[in-house]
């Protein structure tokens, strides 16, 4: 049975090979198909096959690209101090590692095409929301979402994209690429005390404060009514970030701290609503740091799944919804 779902083993990255370490849950997508593959046991997926110089230049400057090819643009972006990097230690040059999120560029890219086909699709990762034209920050080398939404325009695929950015940071990259855009709408829930600290305009932004998580989901629901008010995609970028979950590693999103519950309820809204209204939506994994993250991934992926045509008739084995 293939399934609306990308992944490549290749996704997970190792770092230590690069001679850094950093909590990134690189295991996330392994983990969540295995698990899928308990409910639905023929479940096969579709690989994707890396972007291009070419779809990189639709979203950043040439100067960028060339940089990539320096390890110190590499260190910068993953803001790593002297004592972090050993370069003894590594066996691969750190600008080998932009063949990596090529790849899971290419995830994304696949993913929209497959939900403009289907109705309901996933890349088990990608999600470097933070990627400006001219620069990376946050640990995101090249914008995917971006590249993947230009595509699907470009190509007449789709003419207007929702981004649904549901991470604990600000899709502050995205919101500076499709700033004055008419046919991108960006939709930004995240912390407003955590990072980035210089935030960017997005069409929409949504400050979740500190002790606010009892009012995530109705601001999180709440603005996409009102976004659907005046916007009509034909097309959803989801951006399901594991990072507001309380088992998150990263010191940093201790500002919102989610239950397995709270998260669940948080996708299955977005995955259901637009659904129901026959909206394509490609959903990515983004953020999320730590060995507990996955499980978020797992019931959005799960959820997916369910509502997906491609998988209608296809009950799986009973799994409890925590």
């Known amino acids: 049975m293939l399934a609306p779902l990308v992944f490549d083993p290749l996704y997970k990255t190792d770092l230590n090979s690069f001679g850094f370490h950093r909590p990134f849950a690189l295991d996330r997508g392994e983990l969540v198909l295995a698990k899928l593959r308990e409910q639905w046991q023929q479940l096969d997926v579709h690989k994707p096959r890396p972007i291009t110089d ?39 040059e750190l600008p080998e590692i932009l063949h990596d999120f090529k790849l899971k560029s290419g995830g994304t890219k696949l993913a929209v095409d497959l939900a403009l086909k289907g109705g309901l699709a996933a ?13 990376g ?11 993947a939404i230009k595509a699907a325009l ?5 003419r207007k994209a929702l981004i649904v950015d549901l991470d604990f940071h600000q899709g502050d990259g995205t919101a500076l690429i499709f700033q004055n855009n008419p046919d991108v709408f960006t939709l930004s829930v995240h912390s407003a ?30 603005a996409i009514e009102k976004v659907l008010k005046t916007f009509s995609p034909d097309l959803v970028l989801f951006i399901a970030g594991s990072d507001p979950y309380e088992k998150d590693v990263l010191p940093g999103s201790r500002f919102i701290r989610l ?9 299955a ?29 797992y019931w959005a992926t799960r959820r997916l799944l369910e509502r997906s045509d491609l998988l209608a008739g296809s009950k799986p084995n009973h799994a409890r919804v925590p």
Request: proline content about 4%; charged content about 25%; glycine content about 6%.
């Open 269 to 297: 809204y977005v995955i259901d609503k637009f659904s129901i209204l026959g909206i394509p939506l490609a959903m990515v994994f983004a953020g999320g740091y730590g060995p507990d993250v996955w499980e978020v991934h």
């Open 54 to 92: 070419a779809d990189i230049l639709t979203v950043h400057t040439q100067a960028y690209l060339r940089s990539l090819s320096l390890s110190s643009t590499w260190l910068e972006l993953f803001e790593l101090k002297p004592e972090e990097f050993n370069q003894a230690q590594a066996t691969r």
């Open 123 to 135: 890349n088990l990762g990608g999600g470097y929301h933070h990627a400006f034209p001219d620069r």
């Open 259 to 267: 239950s397995l519950e709270q998260i669940i309820k948080r996708d």
């Open 193 to 222: 005390e955590g990072w980035p600290e210089e935030k960017q305009q997005s069409d929409l932004d949504v400050l979740i404060f500190e002790n606010e998580e009892h009012l995530y989901f109705d601001k999180t629901a709440s």
């Open 137 to 147: 920050r946050g640990y995101c080398a090249i914008n995917d979402v971006a590249i």
């Open 154 to 158: 470009r190509e007449q695929r789709a």
